[in-house]
């Protein structure tokens, strides 16, 4: 799978309403076939960094960037960004989360 995590620091007044305007991005990419996840969240450190972790099914990352909603929803967060987003994407093994080892819990 493709496990992709983005970090967007939103300009001020766009920290209240920066999730409402990429709704219909995050249901459109939710309803992909070789969707996997789409989870947004707060940084507990900024309140103006909301982070995107995303995963789809290997070969389906190319649909993704190359579909329309892909583009709008670009546009829709454009101007409601105050830098340009970083990002980790990388192909891994799997296609979902494990247990984590180290930390169970019965």
Do not use: C
């Not at 766009?14 to 409402?20: E, R, S, Y």
């Amino acid at each position: 799978m493709i496990l992709i995590v983005v970090k967007y620091r939103v300009k001020p007044e766009a920290k209240d309403t920066f999730l409402d305007a990429v709704a219909d991005f995050t249901a459109a990419t939710r309803a992909e076939p070789g969707n996997l996840w789409f989870e947004w969240s707060r940084s507990v450190e900024r309140d103006d960094e909301f982070v995107l972790t995303e995963a789809f099914k290997d070969g389906a990352g190319e649909a993704h960037v190359n579909s329309d909603h892909f583009r709008a929803g670009l546009e829709a967060m454009r101007p409601l960004l105050a830098e340009t987003p970083l990002i980790v994407s990388r192909q891994v093994e799997g296609e979902g989360w494990d247990r984590m080892g180290e930390l169970q819990i019965d």
